[in-house]
Each structure stands twice: as structure tokens, then as C-alpha cells.
């Protein structure tokens, strides 16, 4: 390291993310050297949270708040680097920023259409789509469980992953709900009650929280909604 850089290294005393992307859920704090000074000021925003990894060990979890970084703030990483008598500057760790806000306006659809049995016509296709919300409930959980090692991770990385566990939630939720193919149009919301209580476990194994689900609609085949026209006409 030259002197320039020694020199810079002197002023990163701050330690905060200024979130200017929606769609960010973790961000790693470029710590020079993965190096922090004594005294060094950790902010952490509403909508935030803030891990501390050490040797790729989860340590400590720090809620919103401003902190000057000492042995009593850091209590599992003081007992990682053995601090018996106090403070030690400086430090490696590396330090990981979590929105705990909702994502909101999250897509979910059936990529093929999904087979239901009813009494009035049969086996019957049917194609869903709608809007999700989600928070992260568990920062360290979801950092350990989906995140890893990545840096900057965004909604448009778990996204396909997430619409498959629903699709396949609302699948069983909608062969446990038995509602007649003519009568889904109004069942949306107990439809969608049931899925968000079906999938809240799952979610929640990968430290996130379902927050609200929407189905925005259930098309069906033609004879249906043909179907469908003539009992409205005939009300």
C-alpha cells in the first residue's frame, strides 16, 4: 500500500448505504482493505439493516440506528476476534447493508397453463397471473440462505425462483379450494388468503416475509367464458 493510499484509507471513518435503487436487497459496504478504523460510525437507515461477517462467519446484526463501533455494540464479533481488553484498530470484517423495506409490484404468472378438475366441464386449463410484496424478515437468514457471498443483490435474482414457489403454492391452493370454474372470478381474495398462509412457512425458511398477494386474473378457455357470458345475460 503506497502512501496515497494509506492516506485515504485514514478517512473512512463512516460506514452507510444510501439506497438510490428500489430493486437493491443487499449491499456490501466497499471497506478499503476490508479494514475498520476504531471509532468508525456505522449509520443505519430505517428500512435497514446491517451484518457483520467475519472470515465468512455471520456476527453481529444491527438494527437502524448510529453506532461508533466498539466492544459493546459488537458482542459476537468481539468474542470471533478474542477482544479481552477492549477495542482493537484496525480490523477486518466485512459488512453487508439488507433493505428491510417492501418490494413491492412484484410479478408472478403461470408459465404453462395449470390443469383443474370441475364439475361442470371437466379437466379444465387455466392460465393466472398477478402482484406479490415481500420483505425480508430475517436479514441474516436470507444473507446465509439465498445471498451468499454476492455483493450487490437485486429482486431480478430470486424473482423467477420466488414466482416458482408461488405458482406452485397457488396450484394446491387451488385444488384444495374446489371453487367452480365459473366462480373464481369471485374467489380471488379467499384464493389468495389461503396461498399467503400456504406459502408463509416456506418464505420465511429463506429468512423472507409474503406480505401480499394479489391474483389479478384467472383466464379460462373459451366454452367457459362463453359459459360464464350466459349466465351474466341470463342475471
Not at 451484518?51 to 448510529?66: K, S, Y
Not at 379467499?190 to 396461498?195: H, M, N, Q, R, V
Request: hydrophobic share 45%; proline share 4%; charged share 25%.
Amino acid at each position: 500500500m503506497g502512501f496515497f493510499d494509506r492516506l485515504m484509507a485514514q478517512f473512512i471513518e463512516i460506514i452507510e448505504w444510501t439506497d438510490d435503487d428500489r430493486n437493491t436487497m443487499v449491499f456490501r459496504f466497499p471497506v478499503y482493505a476490508k479494514e475498520i478504523k476504531n471509532g468508525a460510525k456505522l449509520v443505519v437507515r430505517e428500512g435497514q439493516a446491517a451484518i457483520f461477517i467475519r472470515e465468512g462467519q455471520l456476527a453481529d446484526v444491527m438494527a437502524p440506528g448510529t453506532y461508533t463501533l466498539d466492544t459493546r455494540n459488537l458482542p459476537i464479533l468481539s468474542t470471533l476476534l478474542g477482544w479481552k481488553y477492549g477495542f482493537e484498530s484496525p480490523f477486518k470484517c466485512e459488512v453487508y447493508f439488507v433493505s428491510t423495506r417492501q418490494f413491492t409490484d412484484l410479478k408472478w404468472g403461470t408459465p404453462n397453463p395449470i390443469m383443474m378438475r370441475d364439475s361442470d366441464f371437466g379437466v379444465v386449463r387455466l392460465r393466472a397471473f398477478g402482484a406479490y410484496a415481500i420483505r425480508i424478515g430475517d436479514p441474516g437468514k436470507f444473507l446465509r440462505e439465498i445471498v451468499g457471498t454476492d455483493g450487490l443483490f437485486e429482486t431480478a435474482e430470486i424473482s423467477n425462483y420466488l414466482r416458482d414457489m408461488l405458482v406452485q403454492a397457488f396450484t394446491n391452493s387451488l385444488a384444495t379450494a374446489k371453487v367452480p370454474a365459473l366462480d373464481l372470478a369471485s374467489n380471488y381474495k379467499d384464493i389468495g388468503d389461503k396461498l399467503s398462509t400456504a406459502i408463509a412457512q416456506d418464505f420465511a425458511s429463506h429468512g423472507l416475509t409474503l406480505t401480499r398477494f394479489i391474483i389479478t386474473n384467472i383466464s379460462v378457455p373459451p366454452e367457459v367464458e362463453a359459459a360464464l357470458d350466459k349466465r351474466s345475460q341470463m342475471g
